[in-house]
């Protein structure tokens, strides 16, 4: 087990999906949120959903509860910060499934300061990483000015890249054929 907590943002608007993602079926379970719960409850100390709406999730009580207007990770992320009080701590999509435990450890490996998150072929995923409590000014800052692309703070605030080659652990399910496609894999 990994003594970091672990978020799984569940907040977004899932508009290529054309409904919410983080409630469609996966695999045995009835929830494409409560999928990713349950596997990576054996992996971290905590695992929380943060969500706009906890209604939605009642397979736990642990979240990070977002009450702003706004669809932003950036959002999300402060309110983590400021909710768990912790130093730092894993992020995960919802609708990113199958990045798994080997994965998250060199993550962990890798982390230094700030952020460190996964590149695959020179493509970052911002959610998929671990974000420190040293980057809540900024993300206030950010918030404020209405700026909310994590690649941004990831690159002023000088993060850590990890590398991986593995494509499919970092597949994301943004549309119904992507969904559809992962199901067959699950």
Known sequence: MFNISAVIFAGGASRRMGRNKALLPFGKYDTLAQYQYERLKFLFKKVYISTKNPE???????????????????????????????????????????????????????????????????????????????????LHKMIDENRHKLQNLLKDRGATYVDFDNILAFSNLNDPNEYKKALSLV
Do not use: M
Not at 77 to 93: T, Y
């Open 56 to 138: 939605l999730f009642r397979f736990t009580k642990n979240f990070v509860i977002d009450f702003s207007d706004q669809f932003a990770p950036t959002v999300g992320l402060l309110s983590s910060i400021e909710q768990l009080g912790e130093e730092r701590f894993f992020v995960l999509s919802v609708d990113s499934p199958f990045v798994g435990e080997s994965e998250i450890k060199k993550l962990l490996e890798r982390d230094v300061d700030n952020a460190t998150v996964a590149r695959v072929n020179s493509s970052v995923h911002p959610l998929c990483g671990i974000y420190h409590a040293n980057l809540k000014n900024e």
